[in-house]
């Protein structure tokens, strides 16, 4: 069975070719700690929150879903970090482009932006999160 966030690092690596590395993570700890590429987008799922289930006698749930995009780009000759700010501005595009709207099967709602912000920026690496969410509905039978 393929996950959604294997589902997610497909669709990123199948629609762009700037990222090095599309990999799966289990935190921003993870990451940070892990190896990192210049020019690499890091998946995992960040929340999940279900809807209350109103009928009786079957359990039917909205089940909302929020990814993070850990985008890490790497430039060393701005100690500013603005050219690694704008290399970073083109791969969210990117990102953007893949998942924005886009429904990777039948059982999950289309994806939107929910929001990114800046994590850290420390030896030349700038490091950026970006949040989509999506929903899917589960019943039982």
Not at 75 to 93: E, F, I, P, T
């Amino acid at each position: 069975m393929t996950t959604l966030r294997k589902l997610i690092e497909q669709r990123i690596a199948a629609q762009t070719t700037l990222f090095k590395e599309v990999a799966g993570a289990a935190s921003i700890n993870n990451i940070m700690t892990g190896r990192l590429s210049d020019a690499g987008c890091y998946v995992f799922q960040e929340a999940r929150k279900a809807s209350e289930s109103k009928l009786v006698g079957l359990t039917r749930q909205r089940v909302s879903l929020s990814f993070a995009f850990i985008i890490a780009v790497r430039n060393v000759k701005d100690a500013r970090g603005g050219d690694a700010a704008d290399a970073c501005a083109l791969l969210q595009a990117a990102v953007q482009a893949a998942l924005l709207g886009w429904e990777p099967d039948s059982a999950t709602e289309p994806f939107e932006y929910a929001g990114g912000n800046l994590i850290s920026f420390t030896n030349g690496f700038f490091i950026w999160k970006d949040s989509y969410r999506t929903a899917q509905l589960i019943q039982s039978t």
